[in-house]
């Protein structure tokens, strides 16, 4: 069997160069009255973490730019989403 | 990011030879197609000799070499590659027609009297340039995979291969409560591994990617041949996989779009392919402009032949063939019903029960169709089905 390694440390074997800028914004008004969150299950690189008063504390450094939180996000307007700046962003490179 | 083979041929007439150069890992002659259920997997496992040599059938390779020494090629023959750089919107004429595009840089606008859009699977271009209806997560899923380090001759050794040769098994029945499917591949000195799942069910779910990857890992089958395997990388990637009925309006005035961006990717099962769709379209919309900028018309009515000539070839007519493929393939019982039922009649034709008198196969599959909740009937308008769709 493989070793499983923890989240963290997944997301360590994946090249990063992170913006200054957010590419990804997410309005937390519009999570706070979200009550299936399906960011939080789907985002591959588990970006989305729901806080205790209802909303979503998120990060955009690790993003694989892959688009599902905005497709699966059922609430209009929550999530912004656009590529990051020119340079910037993940780099696959065994993929 | 892509997860799986790529099918090369149609670079024969752009770049002879061009096995003699290209940058890929293992050149695949054997094909797995597999069903599964938590304990049983049964698979057709196909290997050919003539895979192995040119002009070869498919091959493993990391997109960040394989599309570096495709833009190599581009840049060789004149044209100008500008990586680094974000094409954040479109460029407009007055009347609306496309004139370029706009990117992060500064002063970087870039007037053009065409623009290719091949932006990939969210095309932010197609989608401004109103080429695609409302979004529906229902035509796309994503596909998460693990690339893990194994010795290059405990990768031949482990799935029977020569140094060079290259596997590829593609899974059905082994993404838990999602709709989906698994995959898994030889590299040169790295197999991966991953699964690739219906947006809506992964949104309604509560298993994450990486646990069903985890699950895939751990099946009795799939174990031994990536145990040890050290994860190298993790990656994941949406794929637009509603077939034709997806597709959208693929040119307008000034535009022309292609690859994953104009939802040319094949998810139909036994076949699944998408780098050679992204690469015919891509070739066809440059050879589209080369003409509409000679003869001085590039609007979506001069633009039109590109849509004609995707139905004479393989990009669409494979994708209006197979259109009902996708929907067939993520249905529930394809999903669940039938790998336990296939696993179960061969697991009781094969199963010696002595004393007990062998069962015929007609009463076996009675009894498993039953087992597994099928009915003969559907079986049998899905059987139809299968043959109108593939056939």
Not at chain 1, 70 to 83: L, R
Not at chain 2, 173 to 185: A, K, M, Q, R, S
């Amino acid at each position: 069997m493989t070793v499983e390694v923890s989240f963290e440390d997944r997301m360590e074997t994946v090249e990063f160069r992170v913006s200054p800028d957010p590419h990804i914004v997410v309005d937390g008004d519009s999570c706070r009255g979200c009550t299936t969150k399906e960011c939080v299950t789907a985002c591959p690189a588990n970006l989305f973490v729901p806080t205790a008063d209802g909303g979503i504390l998120f990060n955009y450094e690790q993003c694989f730019e892959c688009g599902t939180c905005y497709m699966v996000c059922n609430t209009k307007g929550a999530i912004t989403w656009h590529y990051p700046e020119g340079g910037h962003g993940v780099v696959f490179l065994r993929s | 990011m892509y997860g799986g083979v790529i099918y090369a041929r149609i670079l024969d007439d752009l770049i002879p030879n061009w096995w003699e150069e290209a940058p890929v890992q293992r050149w695949v002659t054997r094909r797995a197609t597999m069903v599964m259920t938590p304990t049983q997997s049964l698979s057709l496992d196909y290997r050919t000799q003539a895979w192995g040599k040119p002009p070869y059938n498919g091959a493993t390779a990391y997109r960040s070499e394989f599309d570096a020494w495709l833009a190599s090629k581009a840049s060789d023959a004149g044209a100008t590659v500008v990586c680094e750089t974000t094409a954040v919107g479109l460029r407009r004429a007055d009347d609306g027609t496309v004139s370029g595009i706009r990117t992060d840089r500064p002063d970087g606008d870039i007037s053009s009297r065409l623009v290719v859009a091949c932006d990939g699977v969210n095309s932010f271009l197609a989608k401004e340039a109103g080429l695609y209806p409302e979004l529906d997560p229902g035509n796309y899923t994503l596909g998460a995979k693990e690339v893990l380090a194994l010795p290059a001759e405990t990768i031949d050794q482990r799935f029977g291969l020569s140094p060079g040769e290259g596997v590829d098994f593609e899974i059905l029945g082994c993404t838990g409560d999602v709709p989906g499917g698994g995959f898994l591949y030889t590299n040169s000195d790295t197999v991966s591994v991953g699964v690739v799942l219906s947006l809506p069910g992964l949104a309604q779910s509560k298993s994450r990617p990486e646990q069903l990857i985890r699950s895939l890992k751990e099946h009795p089958t799939i174990s031994p041949l990536v145990e040890g395997g050290e994860l190298v990388e993790y990656s994941a990637h949406l794929i637009p996989e509603g077939g034709y009925d997806m597709v959208p309006q693929l040119y307008g005035n000034g535009i022309l779009v292609a690859g994953d961006a104009a939802a040319l990717c094949l998810a139909a099962g036994i076949w699944l392919e998408g780098v050679n769709f992204a690469i015919a379209s891509g070739s066809i919309a440059g050879q589209v402009a080369v003409e509409a900028l000679g003869s001085g018309d590039t609007s979506a009515r001069g633009l039109a032949t590109y849509r004609k000539r995707l139905e004479k070839n393989f990009v669409l007519a494979d994708h209006k063939k197979l259109r009902n493929a996708p929907h067939l393939l993520l249905s529930e019982r394809v999903q669940t019903r039938y790998p336990q039922l296939m696993c179960n009649l061969v697991e009781g034709l094969f199963t010696v029960t002595n004393p007990t008198p062998k069962s015929g196969a007609i009463a076996l599959t009675r009894r498993e169709a039953k087992r597994a909740g099928v009915r003969i009937g559907q079986l049998l308008r899905d059987s139809v089905s299968a043959i109108r769709t593939f056939g």
